[in-house]
């Protein structure tokens, strides 16, 4: 309860609840592109950077390589399950969409979960940021192998795999992540201090310039959710939770850290709604994107930063002891 | 004076690269491209305020004859089908210089 | 391919909605707009420049059969009357998809 | 004389200047959208997460009260007055519209008036911040009921009061300082240390940019000033000099500090450019938007941040001995 | 409403404010302006992603009658042949207001 | 080779290299307008901010005075040479249009070799920036008039010259360094102090935004080098080599400072992608611009800032022993 209280009363949440309400009020506030595509780059940027920097202290120990494992492994088997509970309540275009969705992760809610961490003087490891960056293609390239093998062959209206590969492991964000990382791995210290004004200091700032803008556009989407029935907006909030403890449990069993372990679990719980979205309305249009972003944007990604994250941490916290 | 027809399209932005090939591939004289578009059809809203270029909206238009714009409205009828978006032609006077 | 009308309007983006608002009230199947568009017309020059939206255009079309291309005529003419902007008709065929 | 030379020669206001010169040489420096609504959201953002911090530790005393009440005494007062003396001269929808922009405020007048203040190293009431959002909106109010009271009956092309009061209350700026000086207000010592990097150590810079930015616009203005007439150039500027000079001796009756008494004057001194022309043009769009934005732009706000300012602060430095 | 014309053109950026001039002169009512658009023709690819403006196109038009149109098209292709660019005429009906 | 690596091992540098891949592997990485527009309004605001706070420290002694003509001569004379070995290869047109691009010089790479003597703490004269903003314009204007006397009379479709010289000498760019290096001047250490949170502290990290964007960009271009032909290519790498040597003699003849030496030597060898390139598109409409930009920006460019500046910093190193 207290971990509640003090996750949402910091200034990136309260930011969050404000473009809520301003949309919700239908004011006219708004950040007009290019300015998200701003914030959301300096934010890649500047978490691979920082992620990068921290792995060069910390290095690739067995323990990094196990946890990397694990979230491959998580980001392989979300998509594969979710798909067969999505199949029997509709299409298999959609249902591929939003197992895709699921199975891959948010960058915004890890780096939310992150500084929920540096509040609470939680460290965790400089390796978690290359183990997101690997949880992110895997479910695209999963939905479309289900997507090939369970389409009727009558109309197999060809995929462009190379295309979509392309998509799923050189999508910008993944791209980005990657390059900073190494980068902030190699420039050491001198480096890291020399760009540590602006990617480092301004870090929270953003990231509650952000959370506004993210507020804005789920009010936005807001009156779509009724539309959605209920299967959808269970399934949006019940697989997170399902996700996040299967993952707590493995972090047990494999003995995280508990700021691994609430990383770990807060990516396994998030729902992609920039990389996989624009991969799937290529190679699934038949699929309804204002379903699967609706679904990860409006309900997912706010349920995980306000009450996930502080409610994954509390139960780490009982089960760690 | 020379008289053309002019092809304008509406596509998600996701997919303006592939209507792109297709006048190429007609051998159009060249097109011009408004990026950022928003808009309403069958698909909903394309309010273009996404992270993403799903809900986004581009406009190309091409000048040429009346053969080209046949065939191009052949080729982009399936694409259209597909993923969305409309596809009009109408006379234009070029002025040739 | 079907004979349409392309309707297009001009208007200040601050008043884009109701020209949405008239479009959809005459059951067009959908409409683009362009936000941005700066110009010059009786009320002087939009250059969209500034920090409030009174100087800025917004560019909207949409293509709809002859009858409701009337009716929208008729229905906007009273607010490019009170707000300015301008708004033209002119025949597309609809490549129907 | 040495506080006016002390306010120009600092970073934002000789930005002021280049901007006004590179568009009167007409070069092509501009800044595209969205960048001015950036600096100007960044500066909302900043100027309402500090004024709430600053109530945070202040609190809503009595002496608060009477601030806040005193402006909106203000704010209903100016756009009255000025209404009848601008009806002498033109139509009521002009009138309406120009009485609506002097009556409400301009927030980077305040903006700047408070940096002048830190630079003199002068304080003032957290509860300021909050005294300019309430001066946003009557003006808007006001100037609507007088176009209702004395327009012509028998060509009421109605006004929606519902848009109207929603532009007049819910407009993002206002709805933007409201938001963040509750968030400012409860996020308390640590909220506020995570996010001042962005929000506070830069401010000054981003003054300075948006600054160079309204140099530019009002520079575009310029000319059209000689094409208004006497009586509106007078107007702009004498104006301003009243509202101030009533305020200073309100303040000076209710015992405001230094500090206050001058943000006080420069609300009332300013004239909006944002707000209150984007509400006019939709209700009253009979009125010409080139006079009251350029009254407001090119000359009430080059003549607040270069000369009222200091002016008023030197004659509250005599009078407050 | 009204017979008239609908002249189109686009021109690198960097010469649009020649184009606004020859459409003064021949005293058009109005014109609009969409300042970012991409395109390709025969100079080449115009990404419009450049720090200068030279590869980026912008896009204008106007409704006038037909003398002014013709009278604009004559002036313009010298502008054109110079430094690139098309100009396109079509009819349009004036929702006059 | 040591002082290459600690040039390569730094934050921007290796942001270009990560945009250039991106660009490369055709990723859909991209800084949308008016983005790349900030960050380079921001580095040069910047840059002549802080060039002008030093300039009101170190003054404009008599080797100021000296840099600054040997900057002028340079600007005059790289044009008038290459002009002429061009012109034996190719049209008027476009040997006027690039010598105008390798006379003028980039903001970016001397911000680049500026940030390369911070690290190897290595000082230089606060006139530099003024030395750069002086070598802007003259290219421009020997480019033209070289054009007037060569070109055959009866084609004479005239230049306007007003407009001409307006591009020369009120370009954005020349406008902004001017203006902001005499802000930079009289506003002294306070003023300085006020915005350099924004101005100072986080050059670093706009820079590396930049050149990520840099690197993108010119990636785009990089196919089209192989289609230049191999004399463009030499040209574009020679020249630079070639203007960079004769520079440092002349700064070693004149005991420049092995700081002031690098700029000078970087300015001589950098050429524009910005400023020159509008100004030539408006007055030599007959040259193909992506043959003169993709020289510069392609190869000139990341020729300079990876092997260019630690290359002259050696020679100057050995030089001056
Ligand atoms: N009748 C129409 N008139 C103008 N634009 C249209 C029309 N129908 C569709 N569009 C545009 O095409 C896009 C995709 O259409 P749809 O695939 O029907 O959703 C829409 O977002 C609009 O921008
Ligand atoms: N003759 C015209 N041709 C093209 N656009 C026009 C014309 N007249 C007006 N416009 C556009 O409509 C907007 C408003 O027109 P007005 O209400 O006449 O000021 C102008 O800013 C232009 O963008
Ligand atoms: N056939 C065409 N259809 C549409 N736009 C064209 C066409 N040809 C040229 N353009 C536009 O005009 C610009 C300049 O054309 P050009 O001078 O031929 O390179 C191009 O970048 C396109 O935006
Ligand atoms: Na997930
Ligand atoms: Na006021
Ligand atoms: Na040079």
Redesign the pocket.
């Known amino acids: 309860m207290d971990t509640l209280l003090q996750n949402i009363l910091n200034p990136p949440i309260l930011m969050f609840f404000m473009g809520l309400i301003a949309s919700l009020l239908k004011t006219d506030l708004e950040f007009p592109q290019p300015l998200p595509k701003l914030f959301s780059l300096y934010l890649l940027i500047s978490i691979g950077l920082q992620g990068g920097y921290k792995l060069s202290h910390s290095g690739l120990d067995i323990n990094a390589v196990k946890v990397l494992s694990l979230a491959v492994f998580m980001a392989t088997l979300v998509p594969l399950y979710t798909f067969f509970i999505l199949r029997r309540k509709m299409d298999i275009y959609n249902a591929v969409a939003i197992a895709a969705t699921y199975g891959s992760i948010s960058a915004v809610t890890f780096v939310t979960a992150v500084s929920f961490l540096e509040t609470i003087k939680e460290g965790f490891g400089g390796y978690m940021v290359a183990a997101m960056t690997l949880m992110e293609s895997p479910a695209i390239v999963v939905g479309l192998i289900l997507l090939r093998i369970f389409r009727d062959r009558n109309n197999d209206n060809g995929i462009n795999w190379g295309e979509v590969l392309k998509e799923a492991f050189l999508n910008p964000s993944v791209f980005i992540l990657l390059g900073t990382l190494i980068i902030g791995f190699v420039v050491g210290e001198k480096g890291w201090e020399s760009v540590k004004p602006l990617f480092g200091d301004l870090f929270r700032g953003f990231l509650a310039l952000f959370l506004l803008d993210m507020g804005i556009v789920a009010g936005r989407r807001f009156w779509d959710i009724k539309n959605m029935g209920f299967f959808l907006i269970a399934f949006a909030i019940l697989i997170p939770l399902t996700n996040a403890f299967i993952s707590i449990g493995l972090a047990k069993l494999f003995g995280f850290s508990k700021g691994d372990a609430l990383l770990y679990s807060v990516l396994c719980a998030s729902a992609s709604y920039i990389a996989v979205p624009a991969a799937m309305r290529l190679s699934v249009p038949e699929a309804n994107p204002s379903i699967y972003v609706t679904m990860s944007l409006a309900i997912t990604f706010p349920f995980n930063i306000i009450v996930g994250i502080p409610l994954y941490y509390h139960i780490i916290n009982i089960l760690w002891g | 004076m020379k008289e053309m027809k002019k092809v304008e399209i509406?596509i998600d932005s996701l997919h303006i690269h592939r209507v792109v090939e297709i006048l190429e591939s007609n051998g159009v004289s060249g097109y011009t491209i408004i990026k950022d578009?928003q808009?309403?059809?069958?698909?909903g809203i394309?309010a273009g305020d996404e992270l993403t270029d799903v809900f986004k909206?581009s406009y190309i238009f091409t000048v040429c004859n009346v053969e080209k714009a046949i065939k191009i409205a052949e080729a982009i009828k399936p694409l259209l089908k597909k993923v969305?978006?409309?596809c009009i032609i109408s006379d234009v006077l070029w002025v040739s210089h």
Request: glycine fraction near 34%; hydrophobic fraction near 35%.
């Open positions: 509406v578009a808009g309403k059809g069958e698909r394309m909206n969305g978006g409309i």
